[in-house]
């Protein structure tokens, strides 16, 4: 990349306060278009942050052989899920893309080539939370994909190289859920809080090392034991939150809200750091 790009990029997201970063448990696609408690919480939090220049988000679904962030000017609404209701399916969220971000943070990241992508968009695991704290759209969203081939402490020290972000008023959002089995939800309660007892112990473990400051003991969840291992079948789910988690800087707060287990084996517990 050319100096002058570099320099346009700059302009375009100058300094700002240090915008704060979240982790989103996301859920259900339903939680896109029904009132709950936690999209209630989705929105006070939002009350809660300056309005963002623009926002970038790791979204569990969004996986891929490599790293890649979109670029595009205006990213489509992408329905990846299926039989849920016709309703859901017409949800659109014409939130503009970001070129210039993407550009930036394709720079920033040094320890492994970021390619641009124009063909993506944005999935459930973006637009089903974030048109619930800005509705309107109007904020540029781009994308930051999960390299799959990547460890879990390759993925934490990636997040880390983009904390200059945050102080250019963009706020970064991981998008998944730290206890998240398919295999074993119950899907006729879908709606209602309760949670397997592994789950939850699960979810206190994670809060505790969460609000101590234990990054390493989550990087490291694969030696947590069998409780873990229930919640975590899959990592897609929990890595956006070791996303958020490297971004926060000594001393900064951090919150959680939406703190509660769904359909037994899923926990809608999201955080707010800064």
């Known amino acids: 990349m050319k100096l002058s790009d570099l320099n346009k990029i700059s302009s375009a997201f100058g300094n700002t306060p240090k915008m704060p970063a979240l982790f989103l448990g996301h859920g259900s696609p339903m939680n896109a278009i029904e009132e709950n408690e936690f999209v209630t919480g989705f929105r006070n939090i939002a009350k809660e942050i300056p309005k963002p220049n623009a926002i970038l988000c790791v979204s569990a679904h969004w996986e891929t ?3 890649y962030v979109t670029a595009m000017e205006n990213p489509v609404t992408i329905h990846d899920f299926g039989g849920f209701p016709k309703e859901l399916f017409e949800v659109q969220y014409p939130a503009p893309g970001s070129p210039a971000l993407a550009k ?3 720079a920033l990241i040094t320890n492994t080539a970021v390619g641009l992508d124009d063909k993506w968009g944005l999935d459930h695991g973006a637009w089903s939370v974030i048109k619930h704290l800005y509705p309107n759209a109007d904020i540029p969203v781009i994308q930051l994909s999960l390299d799959y081939t990547q460890t879990p402490q390759y993925h934490y020290e990636l997040a880390q190289q ?5 102080y250019k008023g ?3 959002i991981g998008s998944g859920n730290i206890v998240h089995n398919l295999r074993m939800v119950e899907w006729r309660r879908l709606n209602e809080t309760f949670g ?3 789950a939850i112990e699960a979810n206190e473990k994670m809060k505790s090392f969460m609000l101590k400051g234990d990054h390493q003991s989550l990087i490291n969840f694969r030696s947590q034991g069998k409780t873990f291992d229930w919640s975590i079948p899959t990592p897609e789910h929990y890595l956006p939150l070791l996303y958020s988690l490297a971004l926060q800087e000594k001393d900064e707060v951090l919150t959680i809200f939406n703190d509660k287990p769904v359909a037994g084996s899923l926990t809608m517990t999201s955080v707010k750091i800064g």
Do not use: A, F, P
């Open 65 to 67: 052989r490599g790293t």
């Open 104 to 106: 930036e943070t394709q």
């Open 162 to 166: 983009i904390k200059s972000l945050r």
């Open 170 to 172: 963009v706020l970064i």
């Open 196 to 198: 397997y007892d592994w």
